[in-house]
Every structure is written in structure tokens, then in C-alpha cells.
């Protein structure tokens, strides 16, 4: 098993500063958000080398993203930019790229036209992730009203049907208040773990703050995961913080996930 943290707590940070937090931190690695400034703003493959001795996952593009939006241009450019964190994926010899599913334009319910966009999105992806032998991880999404595949009855079939992989969002799960039943059809699916709890303004926190989240923990414990376990913290949620504040909660908070996998 392997903890790692993802790059979005160190979003302001550079490359070279969120390679030096893993290892400052005891982490296994990095689960890479593209979408860092320091690297998207020129993609400049250089600033990743710092990388190459971490295990590293990769997150593709979210932000101003939406595979499934009304705007046929939108859809597009998502498609492209998912592609290109396959490709990078591949460049970086990580394993695991996790996908986003997107969500209906309007703040209402997803209707037929947003899931035949998603079946393209993952369509092209999915041929192109076994081109690059990669394996593409489809996270459950936030439980607003307009997300796709928030349920796990809503995942379950477009995993299955284009053979990727899931990762499985700690926190989404408990919102929906469906945790056990994403373990339950899901489990051999699971190549990544996200791990995080909630505040009252829905950000990401420290799990070591839940009540719940040990118990899934000792779930997943208990059904024998040896995946990837990815620490997904948002500094926001936690308060103002300065780096050396954020390698000691990263630090503590993956102390407190190992301890349920000894």
C-alpha cells in the first residue's frame, strides 16, 4: 500500500516544493493536479522532474472543465485536456489518472443528452488509456443536484461498461450517505482511495476529525485494500497555513490512515 497526498493542498506551491513536501512528510508520493499555476501555466515538463523519484498519480484537469457541458466546445476541450494528463501519465510512468465525470450546465438534474456526453468522454478516453497503459480511475462526484455519477448504482454502470477503474472519494461517499453500498459493488474496482472529511462549508478536511471515516477505514481494512490511498486536503477548510504548518497535518493525517492498514 502506498499513501500519497494530492497536490491541490500545496495549489500556490511550486513542483519542486510539493516533491519536497512528500518527502518531508514520510508520504509515498504525489497524486498531481496538472492544473498546479507553477506547470500549467506553460506546461513545461521540465518543472516535473523533480517527480521521478516519488510515486505519482495524476488528477486531470477539473477546473473551468466540464466533459458533459451543453457547450459542444467545452466538451471538446475537456476531452483534450484528459488526453493530454493520460499522455503526461504515461511520460511520468505514473499508473493511475483519475477522471471527473462532470456535470449538467444547468443547476438541475442530469437529463439524457448529459450522459450520452459522458459515454463519448469515456469512450475516447478509456481506448486511449489502454493505449498508454494506464489505468483510468473514475471518482464519484459531489452529490450536488446537476453532478453525474454520484450514486453507486450511477458509477457502477459506466465502470463496468468501458473497464476503467474507481476511485473511491471518502467524503463524497459519506454526503450521500451511501458508503457502504460503493464498498459493496465497487470494492474490486478500487485502485485509489480518497481520503477526507467535511466542514460545514463542504470543504475537504483532516479525516483524523471524523467519527466516520475510521469506520470505512476499517471497512476497506477489513475486505484486504492494498491499493493506493491519496490524502485530499483543502487548506481552505483547515485554515491559514504556512508550508511547514501543512507538512505536519500531512505528516500526522497519514500516520492516522497507516494505522488502520498495520
Known sequence: ????????????????????????????????WPETPHFWIDRDERKLECLKDLYIALHAPVLDLNPVSVNKKLCNLAIEENLYSISLASKLKAEIVTIHAGKRSARRPPVWADYLSLHRFLRILSKYSRIKNIKLSLENSEPSVNSLCKEPD?????????????????????LTRKVDRFIEILFDKIVNVHVSYYDERNHHIEPSKSKEVPKILETLSEYDYKGL??????????????????????????KFVSSFFT
Not at 8 to 22: G, H, N, P, R, V
Not at 232 to 254: F, P, Q, T, V, W
Open 1 to 32: 500500500m502506498k499513501i500519497i497526498f494530492s497536490s491541490m493542498f500545496l495549489y500556490e506551491y511550486s513542483t519542486d516544493m510539493i516533491s519536497k513536501a512528500a518527502e518531508l512528510a514520510e508520504l509515498d508520493g504525489v497524486e498531481f
Open 229 to 254: 490511498i491519496t490524502l485530499e486536503l483543502d487548506d481552505l477548510g483547515i485554515g491559514n497555513l504556512n508550508y511547514s504548518k501543512k507538512i505536519e497535518i500531512l505528516k500526522r493525517e497519514a
Open 154 to 174: 450511477d458509477v457502477y454502470p459506466f465502470i463496468n461498461s468501458y473497464n476503467i477503474f474507481f476511485t473511491f472519494d471518502i467524503k463524497h461517499a459519506l
